[in-house]
């Protein structure tokens, strides 16, 4: 495992949560996966993130879920990605106040981009 800045990535999608955690360990970073947001939070302690990276249909999203209990637990909170299908991401991304919308299928280096572009920011 890397040890840059920690992702989490949350997707009920195994193969999806497997292929973001070996292309982001691949650039340096440190990718911590869950597939519901109950196993987000659990994952808390072990890695703070730098980026969430999450679906827009995970588990335990809503409130009281994953996103308003970890807000709760920070100060200042990690950018949020959701990786959507929905037909109306705009709508999705606003209700959870995701920083950023990257719609399913993506291309590995639009992906990249997005993350290089949250971490070079918080820099």
Not at 81 to 102: E, N, Q, S, W, Y
């Amino acid at each position: 495992m890397a040890s840059g800045p920690c992702i989490l990535i949350i997707d009920e999608d195994q193969d999806i949560r497997d292929f973001l955690r070996l292309a982001l360990d691949d650039e340096g970073y440190q990718p911590i996966t869950a597939g519901n947001g109950k196993r987000a939070i659990d994952s808390l302690p072990a890695c703070m993130p730098s980026l969430i990276l999450i679906d827009s249909h995970v588990p335990y999203l809503d409130r009281p879920g994953f996103l308003s209990t970890y807000r709760d637990m920070v100060e200042v909170g990690a950018p949020v990605v959701m990786l959507t299908t929905a037909l109306c991401p705009d709508v999705v991304a606003a209700r959870i106040h995701a920083d950023a919308i990257l719609e399913k299928p993506f291309d590995l280096d639009d992906l990249l981009e997005v993350v290089d572009h949250f971490m070079s920011a918080a820099a």
